[in-house]
């Protein structure tokens, strides 16, 4: 016997509708894009991760125009900001 469990309650698989059948299917359906969207932001983060500390050491040696604690009309969590954004 398959058996479900929902809110600790458990379920005979066998007795439940074919639409109650159909969105366990979708539901589980919609776990497993949850996770490859969360795997995807990951590996998303990372990869900005590595771009910023990049473009970091392209600065090295760029003198900037305004110091640290000036502030911006455009900003995003990134902490990079563009005048032309």
């Known amino acids: 016997m398959s058996e479900l469990i929902v809110d600790g309650d458990t379920y005979d698989m066998s007795v439940l509708s ?6 366990i299917v979708s539901i589980r359906f919609a776990e497993r894009e949850i ?9 998303t983060r990372t ?10 050491g392209l ?15 455009h900003s995003s969590d990134t902490g990079i900001h563009s005048e032309d954004e």
């Open 59 to 73: 600065l090295a040696d760029v003198q900037p125009v305004k110091e640290q604690g000036a502030t911006s009309d």
């Open 18 to 23: 074919e639409e109650a059948k159909a969105t």
């Open 47 to 56: 990869a900005m991760g590595v771009y910023k500390s990049k473009l970091q």
């Open 35 to 43: 996770q490859a969207l969360e795997s995807r932001i990951a590996v």
